[in-house]
């Protein structure tokens, strides 16, 4: 009678674990929808799950195929580089219940809207010329002036096949411009035309805008001009230019 009040018990005990198993220690399906990701923007993927309360979260832990997402305090993704789709798990917590689930994440940089002569740093309300020709079919340049005396820099957008005269500030400036080809948008000061896959250069002397009374001096150039010319163009890397990273 003690041996089959026994096994009664154990077999209660299982059929409690089982049940508590099937519950709670299996994961139920998580529907994720693809995700765009922004370079340097916070996302949250929209997801769903059967009796799923998105109010009680305890927690949300993702595994990535690729190294060019972070998670921030709050479950967010943040793309630090651009990658073409890719596959990522995303489990879902709440209580002693848990929901898993698979969707793609694309990221990129997010295009910002930019005319042909558009400033970018400083105004237009100096007193000496400039005027830059862009001759190519499609490229985008950004024609950026570092004041090496301190003062404010200057920087604008010229688009292919295009010309933009400005009113440079007096002051003694180095010049970089870096080219964004065909398919690329501009993405803003910080990313410019992308941290990769660009061609980014210095112009290898000081440049000198000054005025008098009597004389105001300027410049008249063409952005792909890397021979001859007023100024010669040395490359340099994308963390080398000013305003970013």
Same mark, same amino acid.
């Given at each position: 009678?003690?041996?089959?009040?026994?096994?009664?018990?154990?077999?209660?005990?299982? $059929?409690?674990?089982?049940?508590?198993?099937?519950?709670?220690?299996?994961?139920?399906?998580?529907?994720?929808?693809?995700?765009?990701?922004?370079?340097?923007?916070?996302?949250?993927?929209?997801?769903?799950?059967?009796?799923? @309360?998105?109010?009680?979260?305890?927690?949300?832990?993702?595994?990535?195929?690729?190294?060019?997402?972070?998670?921030?305090?709050?479950?967010?993704?943040?793309?630090?580089?651009?990658?073409?789709?890719?596959?990522?798990?995303?489990?879902?917590?709440?209580?002693?219940?848990?929901?898993?689930?698979?969707?793609?994440?694309?990221?990129?940089?997010?295009?910002?809207?930019?005319?042909?002569?558009?400033?970018?740093?400083?105004?237009?309300?100096?007193?000496?010329?400039?005027?830059?020709?862009?001759?190519?079919?499609?490229?985008?340049?950004?024609?950026?002036?570092?004041?090496?005396?301190?003062?404010? @820099?200057?920087?604008?957008?010229?688009?292919?096949?295009?010309? $933009?005269?400005?009113?440079?500030?007096?002051?003694?400036?180095?010049?970089?411009?870096?080219?964004?080809?065909?398919?690329?948008?501009?993405?803003?000061?910080?990313?410019?035309?992308?941290?990769?896959?660009?061609?980014?250069?210095?112009?290898?002397?000081?440049?000198?805008?000054?005025?008098?009374?009597?004389?105001?001096?300027?410049?008249?150039?063409?952005?792909? @001009?890397?021979?001859?010319?007023?100024?010669?163009?040395?490359?340099?890397?994308?963390?080398?230019?000013?305003?970013?990273?």
């Amino acid at each position: 009678m003690k041996n089959k009040k026994l096994i009664i018990i154990i077999a209660a005990i299982v $059929a409690v674990l089982l049940v508590a198993f099937l519950c709670f220690g299996v994961s139920k399906p998580l529907k994720v929808e693809n995700t765009m990701c922004y370079i340097g923007e916070a996302t949250m993927p929209k997801f769903s799950g059967d009796g799923l @309360d998105a109010n009680k979260i305890d927690s949300i832990k993702y595994e990535f195929e690729k190294s060019v997402v972070t998670v921030d305090e709050n479950y967010m993704l943040v793309a630090t580089g651009h990658e073409d789709p890719f596959k990522c798990t995303m489990t879902v917590k709440s209580g002693m219940k848990r929901w898993k689930g698979e969707f793609y994440i694309h990221t990129s940089y997010k295009e910002i809207d930019v005319a042909n002569g558009d400033m970018i740093v400083g105004e237009n309300n100096g007193s000496c010329p400039l005027k830059v020709s862009n001759p190519e079919i499609g490229q985008k340049c950004y024609i950026y002036l570092r004041n090496n005396g301190g003062g404010n @820099d200057f920087a604008f957008i010229v688009l292919g096949e295009s010309n $933009a005269e400005k009113k440079v500030p007096t002051g003694n400036y180095t010049l970089y411009d870096p080219y964004g080809y065909v398919t690329q948008g501009w993405y803003g000061r910080k990313y410019i035309f992308g941290m990769d896959g660009n061609s980014y250069y210095k112009r290898a002397q000081t440049l000198a805008f000054t005025s008098s009374a009597t004389q105001t001096s300027g410049y008249n150039m063409t952005v792909y @001009d890397q021979e001859g010319g007023q100024v010669s163009l040395e490359r340099i890397k994308y963390s080398d230019f000013p305003g970013v990273g």
